[in-house]
């Protein structure tokens, strides 16, 4: 009897340490987080363990950074109109780069080469303090290809800009850049569901016009000495077939919104100097040494290149694709006008002035539609 006694007490003191263990894996995940990851991470440097799952470590990698990714967008939502805030800024940047680059006297992909080398020995050691590499493992085939997919069309289009951007004055560059969105706002529709009401048609009917008010077609206002040189249209042709495809960069942007900022401009940047580099063999062109004044200015293109990229991948996680098109090349003529003004001392007339407030008029209402629609939740 006593035998029997002692084996059904230690059966019930088995039952509740095995019931003990359930309640505790039922708690919820907030309370048992700091604990299970200790546990987990002490565990995985047994050679045994690690031996019998050889993935543990990167999904654990993988996890705590994604947890520190929603803890840094979280805080970034908290300020009022973050994204568009980091817009104003992408675009103060954007018009020091354009300046720059009208003031240089090298080829397009020598100065895209040049830059992305810059920006590449900036971006690397970003990416391993972050242990964020370009080309994350954890990631599915189809992610790595957007990567890459990415990083071409960037390359492409940036050449693209930087040609235009030597020929046409950086209004009219702004001005036909702008038109972007309306590419943005149809495949942001048809890949990735987002809404495309009155607001946005609005704003885009309104961008179109202060477009037209600017560039002045011929067949519209005239011709003029500028409007019949072949080089000028010959530039606003590349602009537009550049825009159409930087377009899809938006859409992939949206798709990589959670992955690291370091990684994807890292990515980016190592196409890009592959990239240039093939089509610097393939067509001949000549490289040759900058002067220290041209050094100087690669190095602030590489600066503000890598922070505008940085401020340009944080809004696109806190903001719709379509509203950062908009709002960034609304923003970036206004800005491209008055540095017109100011710099080259390139006044618009009473044409141009009416596109500027179209622009400006496109800026608002699309600063409208949050608060319509708060009002309306309220």
Same mark, same amino acid.
């Given at each position: 009897?006593?035998?029997?006694?002692?084996?059904?007490?230690?059966?019930?003191?088995?039952?509740?340490?095995?019931?003990?263990?359930?309640?505790?894996?039922?708690?919820?995940?907030?309370?048992?987080?700091?604990?299970?990851?200790?546990?987990?991470?002490?565990?995985?440097?047994?050679?045994?363990?690690?031996?019998?799952?050889?993935?543990?470590?990167?999904?654990?990698?993988?996890?705590?950074?994604?947890?520190?990714?929603?803890?840094?967008?979280?805080?970034?939502?908290?300020?009022?109109?973050?994204?568009?805030?980091?817009?104003?800024?992408?675009?103060?940047?954007?018009?020091?780069?354009?300046?720059?680059?009208?003031?240089?006297?090298?080829?397009?992909?020598?100065?895209?080469?040049?830059?992305?080398?810059?920006?590449?020995?900036?971006?690397?050691?970003?990416?391993?303090?972050?242990?964020?590499?370009?080309?994350?493992?954890?990631?599915?085939?189809?992610?790595?290809?957007?990567?890459?997919?990415?990083?071409?069309?960037?390359?492409?289009?940036?050449?693209?800009?930087?040609?235009?951007?030597?020929?046409?004055?950086?209004?009219?560059?702004?001005?036909?850049?702008?038109?972007?969105?309306?590419?943005?706002?149809?495949?942001?529709?048809?890949?990735?569901?987002?809404?495309?009401?009155?607001?946005?048609?609005?704003?885009?009917?309104?961008?179109?016009?202060?477009?037209?008010?600017?560039?002045?077609?011929?067949?519209?206002?005239?011709?003029?000495?500028?409007?019949?040189?072949?080089?000028?249209?010959?530039?606003?042709?590349?602009?537009?077939?550049?825009?159409?495809?930087?377009?899809?960069?938006?859409?992939?942007?949206?798709?990589?919104?959670?992955?690291?900022?370091?990684?994807?401009?890292?990515?980016?940047?190592?196409?890009?100097?592959?990239?240039?580099?093939?089509?610097?063999?393939?067509?001949?062109?000549?490289?040759?040494?900058?002067?220290? +004044?041209?050094?100087?200015?690669?190095?602030?293109?590489?600066?503000?290149?890598?922070?505008?990229?940085?401020?340009?991948?944080?809004?696109?996680?806190? +903001?719709?694709?379509?509203?950062?098109?908009?709002?960034?090349?609304?923003?970036?003529?206004?800005?491209?006008?008055?540095?017109?003004?100011?710099?080259?001392?390139?006044?618009?007339?009473?044409?141009?002035?009416?596109?500027?407030?179209?622009?400006?008029?496109?800026?608002?209402?699309?600063?409208?539609?949050?608060?319509?629609?708060?009002?309306?939740?309220?």
């Amino acid at each position: 009897m006593v035998d029997t006694e002692r084996k059904g007490e230690a059966q019930q003191s088995c039952q509740n340490i095995t019931d003990s263990g359930e309640k505790e894996a039922m708690l919820p995940a907030a309370e048992t987080a700091p604990n299970d990851v200790t546990t987990v991470l002490t565990s995985s440097t047994n050679p045994a363990d690690s031996a019998d799952n050889p993935d543990s470590s990167p999904h654990i990698a993988l996890n705590i950074s994604s947890e520190k990714t929603e803890k840094k967008r979280s805080i970034l939502k908290r300020i009022p109109k973050c994204g568009l805030i980091l817009i104003v800024f992408k675009v103060l940047l954007n018009c020091i780069h354009n300046f720059t680059v009208k003031t240089l006297d090298l080829h397009p992909t020598l100065i895209v080469f040049y830059r992305s080398v810059i920006i590449l020995t900036m971006a690397l050691p970003w990416t391993i303090v972050a242990e964020k590499p370009p080309f994350p493992p954890g990631i599915s085939l189809k992610f790595q290809g957007l990567l890459l997919l990415r990083g071409v069309l960037s390359c492409s289009h940036t050449m693209a800009d930087i040609f235009s951007m030597q020929i046409l004055p950086l209004g009219d560059f702004q001005m036909i850049s702008a038109l972007q969105p309306i590419f943005v706002s149809f495949l942001a529709r048809l890949f990735l569901k987002e809404a495309f009401g009155v607001f946005e048609v609005s704003a885009l009917l309104v961008m179109i016009s202060g477009v037209t008010c600017v560039i002045k077609p011929p067949f519209m206002f005239g011709s003029d000495e500028e409007s019949t040189n072949s080089m000028f249209w010959t530039a606003a042709g590349v602009l537009l077939v550049s825009k159409v495809v930087q377009s899809n960069n938006f859409i992939i942007l949206r798709f990589l919104r959670d992955q690291s900022a370091a990684a994807l401009i890292a990515s980016r940047e190592i196409i890009f100097t592959l990239g240039c580099f093939y089509v610097i063999m393939i067509v001949n062109i000549q490289l040759n040494n900058p002067t220290t +004044e041209s050094k100087l200015k690669v190095l602030a293109l590489g600066c503000c290149t890598m922070m505008s990229s940085v401020f340009n991948i944080l809004a696109h996680k806190l +903001e719709e694709a379509h509203t950062v098109s908009l709002a960034n090349r609304s923003l970036g003529i206004v800005f491209a006008v008055l540095t017109d003004i100011i710099v080259f001392n390139d006044v618009p007339d009473s044409v141009a002035w009416i596109g500027v407030v179209l622009v400006i008029l496109a800026i608002i209402i699309l600063g409208a539609k949050p608060l319509i629609q708060k009002r309306r939740k309220q």
